[in-house]
């Protein structure tokens, strides 16, 4: 089953500010008042073995869900607050993915990299850039 149908029919909510405490279970009794629920996700942090302090909730209506919206976001469960609203497509696009040090103007300005028309002759005369400073392997261990 895609996600898209559910986050464009805005039934698919984003609970956040999660107690450690709180389980699969404990979601579906605290929002099963509003309607039928049809997916609860709980993303874990397997390192710390616990769940992340988020869930995504789907609503078979998207009017269950806008209820929900209404009466829980602000709400307290473990003595937490709650932020909840509509789950919100991922928005990384291909530029967003896109490396800082990838773009030339990145290097040149936090590399020292020198560019075009910045005072230097072509010469390199005075304004001639350090070495690198080069470490040898016993310097490393």
Do not use: C
């Amino acid at each position: 089953m895609s996600q898209a149908p559910a986050l464009q029919s805005r039934r698919a909510l984003y609970i956040g500010g999660l107690a450690p405490a709180v389980t699969e279970t404990t979601l579906r009794a605290a929002f099963l008042p509003f309607g039928p629920i049809q997916h609860i996700d709980l993303p874990m942090d397997y390192a710390a073995g616990t769940h992340k302090g988020f869930a995504f909730l789907e609503f078979v209506e998207a009017d269950d869900a806008k209820e929900a919206i209404y009466n829980m976001d602000g709400a307290e469960l473990f003595s937490k607050a709650l932020t909840v609203n509509v789950a919100q497509a991922n928005r990384m696009t291909l530029e967003s993915g896109k490396a800082l040090w990838s773009s030339d103007d990145w290097f040149k300005e936090h590399a020292g990299a020198k560019g075009e028309g910045d005072g230097e002759g072509a010469d390199g005369g005075a304004g001639k850039e350090k070495e690198p400073a080069v470490l040898k392997p016993e310097e490393i261990l």
